[in-house]
Structures are given as C-alpha cells and as structure tokens.
C-alpha cells in the first residue's frame, strides 16, 4: 500500500501509538489501514450418506476436489455465506446447517469455517466456479486429489468420527501450520 485510501496521500510502514504490530498509517490524516484475515465459509453437505464435493474449475488447484467453500461476504452470516457458496459452486441448497470445524491458517491470514448440512433432494450440478460436483461415500474421497489442507482435515474428521452428530463430537477446532514460503 502506497497511498491512503481515504485521503490519497502518501502511507508510512509503523507502529501505531497504542498499538503493538506495523500497519500503513497515512502521514497526513493519521488513518490506520488494518489488515484483517480472511473468513473462508464452508459446507459439508451431506445426502444418503453419501458427500458432495466439488472440482474446482478455477486457481489456485484448479481441477482438484473440495468441499464447497469460498470468501464470506459482507453483511451476511457465516451459516449464510456456506449456503451461499454451496448453491454457487454446486447449485445445490442445503438446509439444518450447524457449525462443523473450525480451521486456523496463520501464515495466510484465514479462517475456515466449515458448516455441515442436509442437501436438499440430493440436487447438485458443477456452478461455473466447478468442472463437475459428485457425491461419494467416505470410503471413496480422493485423498491424493483434494484441493487444501483444510478440507482433507475436515473430511478426515469426518471418516474417523464416523459422521458422528456435532452434539457427540463437538466442533472441529485445529490451526493448520504450513512450512514459510522460500524467499523468490
């Protein structure tokens, strides 16, 4: 960040007073630009005991498997944002959607939340940010071709519970820590 985006003039890398991390801090009106992670919501749906997954017809991993999932929108809640992602990826509507994991990924600033829920008929089609959308058994995820880190340990958790109920198990909650990036 070069300039301010609330009076256009030049930003400083510091500490603000009070403050105890560097932020942009624009040297003419003193306005503070935090940068804050980003919310990835998410969706486990399930339907006859089957899951649906989606293979991502966009960067990063395109042509990898996942969870339907994607970046939380203002002025909507988290639950609202799995719904919204899994009806634009996989045009699919979920309902009875309950909080399922919790995932930390510090070095790039993100947290899932994964919600699992009900699909609606079992209707599912691949949305234009999918190549195409299946529901498989458990025993038939492709491990070696899923997209993230996060949804191989949410769809671990759910294989090794079982698909126990929230209620028996409790949520999900781990920090997913990658090795830093090598210096270009």
Same mark, same amino acid.
């Given at each position: 960040m070069?300039?301010? !985006?609330?009076?256009a @003039?030049?930003? #400083?890398?510091?500490?603000?007073?009070?403050d105890s991390? +560097?932020?942009?801090?624009?040297d003419?009106?003193?306005?503070?630009?935090?940068?804050?992670?980003?919310?990835?919501?998410?969706?486990?749906?399930?339907?006859?005991?089957r899951?649906? %997954?989606?293979?991502?017809?966009?960067?990063p991993?395109?042509?990898?498997?996942?969870?339907?999932?994607?970046?939380?929108?203002?002025?909507?809640?988290?639950a609202?944002?799995?719904?919204?992602?899994t009806?634009?990826?996989?045009?699919? @509507?979920?309902?009875?959607? !309950?909080?399922?994991?919790?995932?930390?990924?510090?070095?790039? !600033?993100? %947290?899932?939340?994964?919600?699992?829920?009900? %699909?609606?008929?079992?209707?599912? #089609?691949?949305?234009?940010? !999918?190549?195409?959308?299946? %529901?498989?058994? +458990?025993? @038939?995820?492709?491990?070696?071709?899923l997209?993230?880190?996060t949804?191989?340990?949410?769809?671990?958790?759910?294989?090794?519970?079982? #698909?126990?109920?929230?209620?028996?198990?409790?949520?999900?909650t781990?920090?997913?820590?990658?090795?830093?990036?090598? +210096?270009?």
């Amino acid at each position: 960040m070069n300039y301010c !985006s609330h009076c256009a @003039e030049p930003v #400083g890398f510091r500490i603000p007073e009070g403050d105890s991390l +560097p932020r942009h801090v624009c040297d003419a009106c003193g306005t503070i630009h935090y940068v804050n992670p980003k919310i990835i919501v998410g969706c486990l749906a399930e339907w006859q005991g089957r899951i649906l %997954l989606c293979k991502r017809a966009i960067e990063p991993r395109h042509g990898l498997w996942t969870l339907p999932a994607g970046f939380m929108e203002r002025e909507e809640t988290a639950a609202e944002g799995a719904a919204r992602e899994t009806l634009e990826e996989a045009e699919a @509507e979920v309902t009875d959607l !309950s909080l399922y994991a919790v995932l930390d990924v510090p070095q790039i !600033s993100q %947290l899932y939340l994964i919600y699992r829920g009900q %699909l609606v008929a079992g209707a599912h #089609g691949a949305g234009p940010e !999918s190549l195409e959308t299946r %529901l498989v058994h +458990p025993d @038939e995820i492709p491990w070696d071709e899923l997209a993230f880190p996060t949804m191989q340990v949410t769809l671990q958790h759910y294989v090794d519970t079982g #698909g126990a109920a929230l209620g028996e198990t409790g949520p999900l909650t781990r920090t997913i820590r990658r090795p830093a990036r090598k +210096p270009r």
